[in-house]
């Protein structure tokens, strides 16, 4: 987890088009994350144990619909940005 520089708040990446930012929740702040900050954030998402559930559960519905690999890839990306969303306002 990454901190804020300026008001040491809570950092959270964000895709914009094909970049990820880190953005402070509490004052804005937005930095380009690197490919070192992705991992960082990739492994605590894996540690969940209620992450995971949900995860299967999102996976489980888009395989009913017959979604191609690739959307499969983007319903976990979308699931992650969402639990690190949340983590920060915990955290806060
Ligand atoms: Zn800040």
């Known amino acids: 987890m990454k901190y804020c520089p300026k008001c040491g708040g809570v950092m959270v990446p964000v895709k914009k088009g094909d970049k990820y ?26 540690t969940s144990k209620s992450e995971k559930v949900v995860t299967t559960k999102v996976i489980s519905q888009v395989k009913k619909e017959g979604a191609s690999p690739e959307d499969l890839e983007t319903a976990k990306e979308e699931y992650y940005e ?3 969303d949340q983590l920060g306002e915990y955290g806060d």
Do not use: Q
């Open 82 to 84: 969402l639990v690190l």
């Open 21 to 46: 930012y880190l953005r402070c929740r509490r004052c804005g702040y937005e930095v380009e994350a690197t490919e070192e900050d992705l991992r960082e954030y990739r492994i605590v998402h894996k």
